[in-house]
DNA sequence: GTCAAAGTTTGACCATGGTCGTACTTCTGT
DNA sequence: ACAGAAGTACGACCATGGTCAAACTTTGAC
């Protein structure tokens, strides 16, 4: 029986930006947004470049989930992430990509000429 | 002597995200921010509708201003407040706008149909 | 000069949330 | 069937930050 490992994905519009704004606060999860949004494919858990435990890590990834910032699915016995782009935007117009775009100005442009 | 009874107010652009995001985490504060873009003038610390006390208020405008967000200056014993918009949009373009469409769709659209 | 108004500062309290270790579950390969 | 890999769940610990009360400062008005 595949069991209800499959764990909830409230749809976006549902959520209070309350909430967004404490899952985006997070450098961890930041991380996780960023690498997701950076990377074409989907990322297993044990995949993020990360300097956390699995168990912190968990956490993490469930306020993402729970925020309607990612989409969890299972992959054999890893746990794929990926980014709800389209449909978190649609529920907030531009903050991924504002958080996003001052997150990669902050650590991006290494070397670059004022 | 007009003493430095005039705070420091930072350039936006040397401020890190983290800083920003934690100042418009707290609903108190994003509830001066919505005031301060909803009003054509600037206000006074004691004219915002706020329910906390003085104090706290106190707080939470110091995390605003070092935060790049507003400026304050004295008016007699009043001190005022007012966004500083362009300012901040250059440093982080996008981020206030869509922190505050999220924050009025959930509290303004009274009385809208689907 | 005195008094009230408007904020600030300081100190203390307390709830929240990030962190980890440990134990547990579920799946895959052999 | 068994062992290992990949995560999850639970509990505890602890630092951070919002909150208030009380005392203080500064300014404007009379």
């Known amino acids: 029986m595949p069991a209800d490992r499959i764990p909830p994905h409230p749809d976006p519009r549902d959520i209070p930006l309350q909430q967004v704004l404490e899952a985006l606060i997070e450098p961890a999860r930041r991380a996780i947004i960023e690498q997701l949004s950076a990377h074409p494919a989907d990322i297993a858990c044990g995949a993020f470049d990360l300097t956390i435990t699995k168990s912190t890590a968990t956490h993490h990834f469930r306020v993402l989930r729970e925020a309607g910032l990612i989409r969890q699915y299972y992959a054999g016995t890893s746990r794929m992430n990926s980014l709800r782009r389209e449909e978190f935007d649609d529920a907030f117009?531009?903050?991924?990509?504002?958080?996003?775009?001052?997150s990669l100005r902050e650590a991006g442009p290494r070397g670059m000429r004022s």
Do not use: C, N, S, W
């Open 93 to 102: 117009p531009g903050l991924l990509e504002a958080v996003l775009r001052a």
